[in-house]
């Protein structure tokens, strides 16, 4: 690409055909995006997101312990293609591994650079789950509080430091490298179900082997379980399963088999997210899960918005009941999804959603 055999047409193309979607769980079209930020006045920077908030998911620490070179070179390669400046790496501050493994590569790789390369830095991640948000990331990268910021104006227009801003999950870059040295075709000829592309599972609860799978996009939860992790735990069954994280939502064992993969759950009150898939048996509550999830969203919201704030601390406190108060907590959920200020508030409900519809005769 520096050297011109391949121009950033082609790459933009080959990103585009392949059907990379932003892989931290807002399934943005990445080629798009690489094009939309390309077409902005310089100079452009880039951030690169690998806070991985969401519980249960850690993908991205797994690739990154394991093979740091591909996201570094699929960094690169964005950078070139897009025409970036200066590259912004945000990284979870619980990650220490990874840190000395980052920091040893990129010195590395600016002690002996392959071209003139664009200026990285690695910024430490504050510890705060709102900061997977892009917008709130990037506040947290200019030195201030991790807040969103209101849209418009998009960061691919006005972003870090007022500059356009080319924002990524650390995975979509993982698999830039692969794309432009196989094709577009590799990376979208894997799938099930009618869907394209591959995807990594994190893996955990009540199965017999969990951790990142490598699966193919439209796989179901259920052939997941017994494909790659070895099928559920003896003396447990599938009672239900959360697709994507803490935000996802929460599913029933009767829909075991919805393909997997963006816009396929989204009919059912859930998204897949960061593809964090965690198990659950006869021996769980859905409803206990529900309330784990909105007193940790009642523990990280940054507070700016009150339908968040006031939203995920009543609801917590409603869900402790024995009884739900399926009235009160409706009028909560309509008010995060349709005033919070970003997706934690507006996510929130859903597992509360999620109970009420499929698990209702836990809560009445």
């Given amino acids: 690409l520096v050297n011109g055999e391949m121009d950033a047409e082609a790459v933009l193309a080959a990103m585009e055909d392949s059907g990379l979607r932003g892989l931290g769980g807002a399934g943005f079209p990445a080629g798009r995006k690489w094009r939309i930020v ?9 951030a690169v997101n690998i806070d991985e908030g969401e519980p249960g998911t850690f993908k991205d620490r797994t690739y990154l312990e394991r093979d740091p070179h591909r996201f570094l ?3 690169l390669v964005a950078a070139q ?56 990331m990037i506040e947290s990268i200019e030195g201030k509080r991790g ?3 209101m849209r418009p104006p998009y960061i691919a227009q006005v972003g870090l430091f007022g500059r356009p801003t080319l924002e990524h999950n650390f995975e979509t870059l993982y698999w ?33 082997f969990p951790g990142v799978k490598l699966a193919p996009a439209g796989i179901t939860v259920a052939e997941l379980i017994e494909e790659y992790c070895g099928g559920m735990p003896d003396g447990h069954q599938l009672y239900g399963y959360l697709p994507g994280g803490a935000s996802g939502g929460i599913f029933p064992a009767s829909l075991s088999n919805v393909p997997l993969d963006f816009d396929t759950l989204q009919p059912h009150g859930g998204f897949i997210g960061s ?39 009543k609801a917590s406190t409603l869900m402790e009941a024995p009884v739900w108060d399926n009235t009160t907590l409706e009028d909560l959920n309509v008010v995060m999804t349709d005033a919070s200020i970003c997706g934690l508030g507006q996510a929130a409900p859903n597992p509360v959603r999620c109970v009420q519809k499929y698990f209702a005769h836990e809560v009445s």
């Fill in 176 to 208: 830039v490298r692969d794309i432009i040295e196989k094709g577009a075709a590799w990376f979208s000829s894997f799938g099930r179900n009618g869907r394209n592309g591959l995807r990594s599972f994190s893996v955990s609860g009540r199965v017999k």
């Fill in 275 to 313: 593809a964090a898939v965690i198990v659950l048996s006869q021996h769980d509550k859905a409803r206990d899960a529900a309330l784990n999830m909105m007193r940790f969203y009642a523990h990280e919201s940054c507070g700016q918005c009150t339908p968040c704030r006031v939203g995920t601390a």
């Fill in 81 to 136: 293609a897009v025409g970036i400046d200066v590259c912004y790496i945000y990284l979870r501050d619980e990650y220490h591994g990874c840190r000395a493994i980052l920091e040893a590569e990129i010195t590395k790789l600016q002690a002996n650079p392959p071209y003139p390369l664009p200026k990285i830095e690695l910024r430490r991640g504050a510890g705060a789950y709102i900061c997977g948000e892009e917008s709130a």
């Fill in 147 to 149: 807040e969103p910021r």
């Fill in 73 to 75: 070179e699929g960094m």
């Fill in 38 to 46: 390309r077409d902005q006045p310089a100079p452009r920077l880039m």
